[in-house]
């Protein structure tokens, strides 16, 4: 069983950056894609950006992409999300997960526990 793990979470006012990381506990990763989601409460989960492992292919969501960036560091075992220019209203639980698709949540069968970003105003 392939456990990953979210990191870098925190606290940031608005208008900072914050890079969050997620490490695989196998050192191969045999899903097709990796992708950080988020969620709050009362909403559904959503795609914050996917990754597929095989040829690099990124997919952000359309009113994220020019401040949120995917990329997957092989050796490392790591996928990482770069957050920039953050918002009040990207506070949310956000995870890490792999799996057999790209960018739809159904898609995903590993899921990291979730980690926590507060943006303050």
């Known amino acids: 069983q392939v456990h990953l793990a979210e990191s870098g979470g925190g606290l940031v006012q608005a208008g900072g950056s914050l890079k969050l990381s997620c490490t695989a506990s196998e050192r191969s990763f045999t899903s097709r894609a990796m992708g950080w989601f988020r969620q709050t409460p009362g909403k559904e989960r959503e795609i914050v950006a996917a990754i597929r492992r095989s040829n690099g292919a990124t997919y952000s969501e359309d009113s994220l992409k020019d401040r949120f960036t995917i990329a997957l560091n092989k050796a490392k075992n790591t996928v990482y999300l770069q957050m920039n220019s953050l918002e009040p209203e990207d506070t949310a639980l956000y995870f890490c997960?792999?799996?057999?698709?790209?960018?739809?949540?159904?898609?995903?069968?590993?899921w990291g526990q979730g980690t926590q970003v507060t943006v303050s105003a």
């Open positions: 997960a792999a799996g057999a698709g790209y960018y739809r949540v159904e898609e995903y069968d590993v």
